[in-house]
């Protein structure tokens, strides 16, 4: 079940169910009415990933359905409802921005978020003198680079998977839209060390289950934790091998297992992953003879109408080293945009 039912995730599965996406989540009827018309008696679980966090209470009408595989609804919901979440982070010692939920009198260097939004496109600039609009909160805006840890949990300890450093790629109407993540970052050993005793703190406090991710902004040598995805991240996908199967891991772990007996974390040796999203600069349709290089992923369908500023794929790259797949993957972003413009 997914928002765009790319051709690749089609070709990959034995079913596919195009879901629609609205106000940063998934349309729950209709997902609901996919579930059922399944025969869910032979299904383990289900897996889910980002669309949730801004109804933990579609997560939990899908429990009278079938178990999740992931963190329960309620510790999603606590994680997301942002006034709990920093009082939660407060109460660890774990440091973050500023935060306000009352109008700002000079809101200069003051973003606005939704609690449970994702993909960066619900963070703009703060407005002055008035309150956030309802399920958003005021962040102070840190100057710095953001970055994020992957790690596996079990309710009490954590194996961490790997550290990444990710990028914005901005428009008119989005200026914090996600752009594109690297793997294997090259962050400082007191930087990693934050992020683990922030990560360690949390699933302690709040029994995370399988993978999560951390997301915070670096300045100096000084971490700035910006909220923790508690579900599937898209970022297993950088440290997923032939040796280790991070998906059974999460798996395993959701069912009852312990990180001590999942198994090691993958070693990708000195390979770096990096991802790029790329957006459609107009609105635009693919002819069906277009040709996609083997480093792209999330094609579209032939001849699927694409609006301006939505994706159109993700392009893929891996290098020796973060800085090298970084400029890999946006020399790759470029090429496929050349792509397109040529068809038109």
Known sequence: MDVFADADTQSVAHHTFKI???????????????????DLSAMTGLVYGSGFEAQPELLERITQRMPLLGNKPIVVRNLKRARQFFMLLDALHISH????????????????KHAGGSGGTHVMPAPSGSVPAPGHYFQQAIAGTPAS???????QSINVIGFNQQWVAPSAAMP??????????????????????????????????????????????????????PRLSSTFDLYQSKEC??????????EGGLV??????????????ARQVVYAKHDLQLNEDFAWPQWVADIPMANSMIAADNPVCTVLAEADNAE??????LSRQVTIENLIKNQY
């Not at 001590?260 to 992953?273: E, H, L, N, Q």
């Open 260 to 273: 001590d007996s999942a198994g090691d974390p993958p070693i990708a040796a000195t390979v770096a992953k």
């Open 97 to 112: 921005p500023q935060v306000s939920f009352s109008a700002l009198e000079n809101a200069d260097g003051w973003l606005q």
């Open 245 to 254: 199967n991070l998906f059974d891991l999460h798996v395993r772990v959701c």
């Open 149 to 155: 840890m992957l790690f596996l949990a079990d309710g």
């Open 176 to 229: 914090y839209r996600y752009g594109g993540i690297v793997g294997h970052a090259d962050l400082s050993a007191g930087i990693k060390q934050q992020f683990i005793q922030a990560a360690q703190k949390l699933t302690s406090a709040v029994g995370l289950r399988g993978l999560n991710s951390i997301d915070a902004v670096i300045e100096g040598e000084q971490i700035w934790v910006l909220e923790i995805n």
């Open 20 to 38: 629609a996406y609205a106000n940063g989540g998934f349309v729950a009827a209709e997902l609901e009415r996919v579930l059922d018309n399944l």
């Open 324 to 329: 090298a797949a970084r400029a890999l993957v």
